[in-house]
């Protein structure tokens, strides 16, 4: 029988934790991490103990196994932890196998050629919207793009599309959680922005002009599921002076053909016949 390769000295594991096996160990190691996703939010000690039913001991030295393998961080100012950096690159390799990038690729890849512009899809991950593929502008001025990074939902059109077609109580949460001016033309009014993500729904698609950066605009339209559901959207985005009125007409026109496209190969919309051939 082979042996078991050394624990990292200093490095807390699931088989030197609370009795009853290393199996119950994992167990209250995932409670743990499930209440970070139900919550939402960051959380302290005594919060998760209340929240999973265990003593703020053992819920301490599962955080710290947590914490050293990057699942949760610590912010050091509040004493509170949050989710880590390991579950985003666990949830990326679950992306770049998912259907809608695969699908989405060919149709990124064909509306940066007709634009000349950047083309990136995006996704609500904790309540920001991510970027998770995307397709860059071959001009010497274009819009950068970091994938993976969260963003703001309430500000620009990739965020605002999406966050347009979550459910209430989520957009309430987003806007409860602060809205912050990023740029001179970022609304921070609840009530103006919810007058916007109204216009978003009704249109079909977003536009925007240096909401979220000054100097950048975008055209976003929402890729839906097969039960109709958004699950992403599409965005076209880049200097702000190469978005005249005419341009963005062209864009919306196409970015809403892509999603359209994307959405019909993930199953959305009428199902098609085959038309019968009458000798």
Excluded: W
């Amino acid at each position: 029988m082979k042996n078991s390769p050394p624990a990292r000295r200093g490095s807390p594991t699931l088989r030197s934790l609370p009795a009853g096996g290393s199996a119950r160990a994992a167990e209250r190691t995932l409670d743990i991490m499930l209440a970070f996703l139900r919550e939402g939010r960051e959380l302290g000690i005594s919060e998760l103990s209340r929240t999973v039913r265990l003593p703020k001991a053992t819920v301490h030295r599962l955080v710290h196994v947590l914490v050293s393998r990057g699942f949760l961080a610590r912010d050091p100012a509040t004493a509170r932890y949050r989710v880590g950096l390991t579950p985003f690159r666990l949830g990326n390799l679950f992306l770049a196998q998912t259907h809608v990038r695969q699908v989405a690729l060919p149709v990124i890849h064909d509306l940066a050629r007709q634009t000349g512009e950047t083309v990136n899809l995006n996704l609500v991950v904790d309540r920001h919207r991510i970027c998770i593929e995307k397709a860059e502008s071959p001009h010497d001025i274009r819009h950068a793009v970091e994938l993976g990074r969260p963003l703001p939902l309430y500000a620009g059109a990739s965020g605002k599309v999406l966050l347009a077609h979550l459910p209430e109580e989520e957009i309430e949460a987003v806007i409860a959680a602060g809205i912050h001016r990023l740029t001179a033309r970022t609304i921070v009014d609840p009530a103006r922005l919810r007058r916007s993500l109204a216009e978003i729904r009704r249109r079909g698609y977003a536009v925007t002009s240096d909401e979220r950066v000054a100097g950048a605009s975008a055209v976003s339209a929402p890729i839906r599921n097969g039960t109709g559901r958004v699950v992403a959207g599409l965005t076209v985005s880049g200097p702000t002076y190469r978005f005249t009125a005419e341009r963005v007409r062209s864009f919306t026109t196409l970015v809403r053909q892509g999603a359209r496209e994307i959405s019909a190969a993930l199953g959305y919309g009428p199902a098609r016949i085959p038309r019968v051939r009458t000798r």
